[in-house]
């Protein structure tokens, strides 16, 4: 892995970026502000890949994370799905993007067709995963791998809720308001239509069920606007059953 290229294209990407593009994904602000994140997400990738031929990224949104990745790592072709039509009007521009409900629709490709599938916090929208898996499963070649990031039920910040009463911040209940969460760990002080997620070790059992093998984890750091948590956040981060978002790379059990 050329570490000065991908810190390059990731500058070139989030330098382009329009306000509402870097908004619409929250793994941005990650990576714009822990560059380690995307150099070892992309080093862990680089060592397992067999092959680099088809990319595909669920919920591509406009397109610029699975053009990061696949520009990082040399795939010669890029797939996205989205539901959001704008955004499938623009992402078209940059990948081959289909519009599709991740929760209920069947993917538009064959069996065994992709090297690589990734999903950076689309679960959160998502009721139930069982759909993604499944048909993950089934366009990924034997050799393939699944990069999922998530938001943590479990995590320290949500545990701390809970125990106060308070609601857990990636768990919303309306869509126009955000209610029950403590201000101090508010990193976006609005809904941002996060319905459901799960524990790390809930995400593992299912992907097992559903034919696939863990292969690494990590624990991202997030954003918060007060100091002292951020403090706390990137020390009880290193633990990914902690961290308030966590990466987990699947490949299909032999």
């Known amino acids: 892995m050329d570490k000065d290229r991908v810190l390059f294209t990731l500058k070139q990407i989030l330098s382009s970026l329009t306000r509402d593009e870097f908004e619409s994904s929250y793994t941005f602000s990650v990576f714009e502000r822990d560059a380690n994140v995307p150099l070892k997400m992309i080093s862990i990738l680089d060592k397992n890949l067999r092959r680099r031929e088809r990319l595909l990224d669920l919920g591509c949104g406009y397109g610029f994370l699975a053009l990061f990745v696949a520009d990082a790592l040399n795939f010669r072709e890029t797939y996205g799905v989205d539901i959001d039509l704008e955004r499938v009007k623009k992402a078209n521009k940059r990948l081959n993007v289909v519009r599709l409900d991740l929760e209920n629709g069947c993917l538009p490709f064959s069996d065994g067709s992709f090297d690589l599938v990734t999903c950076f916090g689309v679960l959160d929208h998502l009721k139930f995963f069982d759909n993604i898996f499944s048909e993950t499963y089934r366009v990924l070649d034997m050799d393939g791998l699944f990069l999922i990031s998530c938001t ?16 857990p911040r990636h768990v919303e209940i309306s869509s126009r308001y955000l209610v029950g969460v403590p201000k101090v760990y508010y990193t976006v002080p609005r809904p941002v239509g996060h319905i459901h997620t799960c524990t790390l070790r809930a995400l593992k059992e299912i992907a097992s069920i559903y034919g696939f093998t863990p292969m690494w984890e990590a624990g991202m750091k ?8 951020r403090f706390i956040d990137a020390v009880l981060s290193k633990r990914p059953s902690l961290a308030t978002r966590y990466l987990l790379l699947l490949g299909k059990k032999k």
């Not at 943590?152 to 609601?167: P, T």
């Open 222 to 229: 997030t954003t918060y606007p007060n100091k002292v948590v």
């Open 152 to 167: 943590n039920l479990s995590s320290w910040d949500s545990r701390i809720c809970s125990l106060l009463g308070y609601q």
